[in-house]
């Protein structure tokens, strides 16, 4: 599961370096903890985004989507606590508002998938025929609901199998969620902006000092 989790986090981060390779950063405006950065091409709109902060508040907008965040007074600092790595699970506690869109988790088919595995291994020893009731929940409901973006199909479909003498509990507790590929991106974003931003002003102070 951990691999899985980095797994994404690192395909995020790849995706959004392809993408963003020729952005260039843009400062409408810079007053204290009132920012507004925007990084985009030139000439173009697309995988645009801007990093918005107020005291308490920032919110990255884009076409990944749009994320509200609250934690500290400064929180350009906030985000750089990680070392310039991104923290999903500790930074998605200070959402205060996300994309209807791409909401920062979503069904994922291989928590499904997962779950399931994990009943039936539980379970096997006490079965008649594992092989056999092995068999039909792979073709049955692996195959048929396990790629499914559908997360109540898939509930359904787990709660009402039944075959040779097994079935699955407590279907309706699995926590069938991920992070979503574009809150992980746009959290890559978030870093990668702040560290831009920290190296145009730190290049501002030394032209200044010249």
């Known amino acids: 599961m951990v691999t899985k989790k ?7 981060l790849k995706m959004f ?3 963003t390779s020729d952005h260039m950063m843009e400062v409408p405006l810079d007053q204290g903890l009132y920012r507004h950065l925007r990084f985009r091409k030139p000439g173009t709109g697309l995988y645009w985004y801007d990093i918005i902060t107020a005291p308490g508040q920032l ?7 749009t994320y509200v965040f609250s934690r500290s007074e400064d929180m350009l600092a906030f985000f750089e606590n990680s070392g310039g790595r991104i923290n999903p699970t500790y930074w998605a506690e200070k959402l ?3 994309d209807v869109h791409s909401p920062a988790r979503e069904y994922s088919r291989d928590v499904f998938v997962r779950y399931v595995i994990e009943d039936f291994w539980n379970s096997r020893e006490n079965l008649d025929n594992a092989v056999d009731v092995w068999r039909e929940i792979r073709e049955e409901l692996l195959d048929e609901y396990g790629p499914s973006g559908d997360k109540s199909l898939a509930i359904s479909a787990a709660m009402e199998f039944r075959h040779g003498g097994f079935e699955f509990y407590d279907v309706t507790d699995w926590r069938l969620t991920a992070f979503s590929h574009h809150f992980l991106y746009s959290l890559h974003a978030i870093v990668d902006g702040i560290r831009q931003y920290r190296e145009h002003a730190t ?3 030394l032209a200044e000092a010249a």
Do not use: P, V, Y
């Not at 980095?6 to 995020?12: G, K, L």
């Not at 919110?59 to 989507?65: K, V």
């Open 17 to 19: 370096k392809i993408d």
């Open 203 to 205: 290049s501002l102070q």
């Open 96 to 98: 205060q508002a996300q």
């Open 6 to 12: 980095r797994n994404a986090e690192d395909h995020a």
């Open 59 to 65: 919110t990255f907008r884009g076409d990944m989507g």
